[in-house]
């Protein structure tokens, strides 16, 4: 199963060449990210990374240019990689006719009180386990 996130794209989003800057991709990464992690996974589970997370890793592929328009991209988002202590979730930007980018991030569970990284618990197993695709893959095998 896929989380989709419709992400708006926004005229300050491209760059002089008139495309989504290759940042601003991260931060289309990081709403949908946001969206499974925070609100999804606590409906879910109200207790649900309400600790913190810390990203330990990105990897991108550019495929193509996504110039401006006025209908959102879908920013689909999966569990590639279930660790102890790490999940890597795997993502697609594209539309009905094609994908922008594939990417992966690695992230890290957070205890902020402790000021270090903690174990993924149960619950928040159990949340992304229903989201976990060994076979979809990310970006470049990470």
Request: charged share 25%; aromatic share 10%; with cysteine.
């Amino acid at each position: 199963m896929r989380h989709v996130y419709e992400c708006p794209l926004r005229w300050s989003d491209m760059d002089s060449f008139g495309h989504v800057n290759n940042v601003i991709f991260l931060r289309y990464l990081e709403e949908a990210r946001i969206d499974f992690m925070f609100r999804l996974a606590r409906q879910a589970d109200s207790g649900a990374f309400t600790g913190g997370s810390v990203v330990a890793r990105h990897e991108i592929d550019y495929l193509r240019p996504l110039v401006h328009r006025h209908a959102p991209v879908s920013v689909e988002l999966w569990v590639a990689k279930l660790g102890g202590a790490s999940v890597t979730v795997a993502y697609e930007i594209k539309d009905t006719e094609q994908v922008y980018v594939r990417a992966s991030t690695v992230v890290v569970p957070y205890d902020l009180q402790a000021g270090r990284p903690r174990r993924i618990t149960e619950e928040e197993r159990r949340f992304l386990g229903h989201y976990q695709d060994d076979a979809a893959g990310g970006s470049g095998g990470a």
